[in-house]
């Protein structure tokens, strides 16, 4: 979408509220210029003491005032329909946003940090919402002033008319000049706000880091460097908004005393009246309002072009054509209990070489068959996770190398797959609210009812009711930020009774159970086991104690599968998973 037909169509969705404010906005500025004129006649009536003189008076007054209390009825509803606008379009704006960057895939969200994206979505669209609201405003008010003033000036005196534009063209120049370097200066602070905004991001999430290690006083000077960058950006712009945008100002002032001076000589000269000039006075006032205005509508309007550029490389970015898929219940449940085949799956990271080397994962191929439990060892750095994002379609894959059933699961919308496949990763992620909540999550996502007995059946299989019932409040405890109020353990366990509370096809436990012991790990996954009857379970780990109940077991060593079979198969078969098994069995009788 170009930036003109973004414009268009969020103008277009309140169009007749648009449509009903520029008739009151022309309304209101129709009897400005009109009111001047009857306190002309009222004016050159003051020394006049007849009858007819005085009634005339008296009606010109009632017409200045009923025509004033009018002006002000329909001002107020021109505000109302300009600029609430502005507000629904801000709000429709958010909702797009945020549905985009929900549905875009994870290569957009490495491109951008979640502080930049925060920032778009405070500031750049608070600067849309000033430009179809105010701005909006604004520009009509500008334009009906600065083309009915000036003609009712004319007609009280060509000649002073034209004399009084002389100070504005001059001061336009000069506005101009300024106008050019502000709009370069205001996108600079958009993005100095959107760059402090991604640092403070960083330094909050590792908050307890910075602290362990004592490294306040470096976050705060890095800190200081990026405001230091606002600030004085900032301040370049308030210095331009002080000598330029004023100039409008300057020049009304100038036209005010270039019209008290002419328009005397004229006075006695006869060429015109003491009601004539001031009407003229009053006009001079009702185009200077729209001059002085002019200033702050340029700002927004360099704002709201800006920030349509911040908001365009989100929503110009394509949702992948698969993902907009979505298959009807009749093709789901053929799917459902497939096997998932994985056939010479090899993977490199975008942002790597093209070489052989850089390869991540190497032409692996295996399948997990419905109901069945697979397990997957392998050191740190092995591609592990790169496995898992593969699998459940977290990473953009080639076509041909995973399938469900017969289906290449890069011809699935990922909104799809993941009804049939289930991640629970090593760094769960939990809301700021209770326990009972974070485990219903995901049951909300799927529109699936729940109940009190569902939520303690799979906090007990996940080893969590006991640390939940010495909770004060149950499991309506708040969990924090981000979980901050439960240990490392008890994070992974609230994820795994979230997985398990709705049924999937698959659920992929990634290193999951790293946090908690071995006798807990032992029990959370006959726990599981229990809970999936007929489901299928790929639990991978660096650990063999949480593998060697499992049906078969591949060992993975720098993206290759080296080893495969149960676990008594690969004691004898593999020395690397023999060798991994003793020491880690060395290690649990140290711990015991």
Avoid at 183 to 191: E, H, K, M, S, V
Wanted: charged share 20%.
């Amino acid at each position: 979408m170009t930036k003109a037909n973004f414009i268009i169509h969020y103008l277009m969705l309140n169009k007749y509220s648009y449509m009903f404010a520029i008739v009151c906005i022309f309304v209101v500025n129709y009897l400005q210029v009109e009111i001047p004129r009857y306190i002309q006649l009222a004016v050159d009536l003051l020394d006049k003491s007849t009858i007819d003189s005085q009634a005339a008076l008296l009606e010109n007054v009632q017409w200045v005032i009923g025509l004033s209390v009018i002006m002000v009825v329909i001002r107020i509803l021109s505000r109302m329909y300009s600029l609430n606008p502005g507000r629904l379009t801000e709000a429709t704006l958010k909702n797009d946003v945020f549905h985009r960057l929900n549905r875009l895939p994870a290569t957009f969200h490495q491109r951008y940090a979640s502080g930049k994206l925060i920032s778009i979505i405070n500031n750049d669209l608070t600067g849309i919402r000033l430009f179809y609201g105010i701005g909006f405003l604004q520009l009509f008010n500008i334009l009906f002033a600065l083309s009915l003033t000036p003609i009712w000036m004319w007609r009280i005196s060509p000649q002073l008319t034209l004399y009084s534009v002389v100070p504005i063209i001059i001061a336009s120049i000069i506005f101009w000049l300024g106008f050019r370097k502000l709009r370069a200066l205001q996108a600079q602070r958009l993005t100095c706000l959107q760059n402090l905004s991604e640092q403070l991001m960083n330094y909050l999430s590792g908050i307890d880091l910075i602290k362990n290690q004592q490294m306040g006083p470096w976050a705060i000077s890095e800190v200081n460097k990026v405001n230091r960058r606002l600030f004085e950006c900032t301040m370049k712009i308030a210095k331009i908004q002080t000598f330029f945008m004023p100039i409008l100002d300057y020049a009304n002032h100038f036209m005010k005393v270039l019209i008290l001076g002419l328009g005397g000589y004229y006075l006695l000269q006869a060429q015109l009246s003491i009601g004539e000039i001031t009407a003229f006075l009053s006009y001079s006032v009702l185009l200077a309002l729209p001059l002085m205005h002019l200033g702050r509508i340029v700002t927004v309007y360099q704002m709201g072009m800006i920030s349509i550029d911040s908001v365009q490389s989100i929503l110009n970015n394509q949702v992948p054509s698969t993902d907009m898929l979505r298959m009807n219940d009749a093709e789901k449940s053929a799917l459902i209990g497939s096997t998932l085949s994985v056939k010479n799956l090899s993977y490199r990271y975008p942002d790597s070489k093209s070489e052989l080397s850089d390869l991540v994962l190497k032409n692996l191929n295996f399948s997990i068959a419905a109901g069945e439990k697979v397990g997957v060892l392998g050191s740190i750095g092995s591609g592990k996770s790169t496995l898992v994002n593969c699998l459940n379609h977290h990473l953009s894959l080639e076509t041909g190398q995973i399938f469900w059933a017969d289906r290449d699961i890069t011809q699935i919308s990922r909104h799809d797959w993941r009804s049939y496949v289930r991640t629970i990763t090593q760094d769960p992620f939990l809301f700021s609210d209770s326990v009972s909540e974070n485990v219903k999550f995901g049951a909300k996502q799927q529109d699936q009812s729940t109940d009190d007995l569902d939520i303690e059946q799979v906090l007990n299989l996940s080893q969590l009711n006991e640390d939940v019932q010495r909770f004060s409040a149950g499991d309506q405890t708040l969990v924090g930020e981000k979980g901050i109020m439960l240990s490392g353990g008890q994070k992974q366990r609230l994820s795994i009774a979230r997985a398990l509370l709705t049924p999937c096809d698959l659920i992929i436990m990634d290193n999951v159970l790293s946090a908690v012991d071995y006798e807990t790990e032992r029990s959370i996954l006959k726990g599981v086991f229990k809970r999936m009857q007929g489901q299928s379970l790929l639990v991978v780990s660096h650990r063999v104690s949480a593998l060697e109940y499992m049906d078969k077991i591949l060992v993975l060593e720098k993206g290759e599968i080296i080893a495969r079979g149960t676990h008594s198969q690969l004691l004898e078969s593999s020395s690397y998973y023999r060798e991994t098994w003793e020491l880690q069995q060395h290690e649990s009788e140290t711990v015991t």
